[in-house]
């Protein structure tokens, strides 16, 4: 089984910056889509952002730019670079990997981010 681990999240003051990884066990050139997602308290989970195997970049409009998405496949490695961190920005941050129609998630990294 793809397995997804995440890191990085931590308690940040607003404004300040994180950045999140994701390693996965797999050669992340075979997923057709990696990405971020985040749930927050009482919330449903939701798209962040998500890049393309070809490269393409998308963002919610919540975290257009503050957030950048980008990957490193020599480490199958990807990242979530967040920048001005907001409080609304606390939530529980998951990696997403497709392939084939099939989705895969890692455990989650908890961001906090105090006023």
């Known amino acids: 089984q793809v397995q997804l681990v995440e890191s990085g999240g931590g308690l940040v003051q607003a404004g300040g910056s994180l950045r999140l990884s994701c390693a996965a066990s797999?050669?992340?050139?075979?997923?057709?889509?990696m990405g971020w997602y985040r749930q927050a308290p009482g919330q449903q989970r939701e798209l962040v952002a998500t890049i393309a195997r070809g490269g393409t970049t998308t963002y919610a409009d919540s975290v257009k730019g503050r957030f950048t998405i980008s990957r490193d496949n020599a480490k199958n490695t990807v990242y979530l670079q967040m920048n001005s961190l907001k409080p609304e920005d606390t939530a529980v941050y998951f990696c997403?990997?497709?392939?084939?129609?099939?989705?895969?998630w890692g455990q989650g990294t908890q961001v906090t981010v105090s006023s």
């Open positions: 997403n990997a497709g392939r084939n129609w099939r989705n895969f």
């Open positions: 797999e050669t992340i050139f075979t997923f057709e889509t």
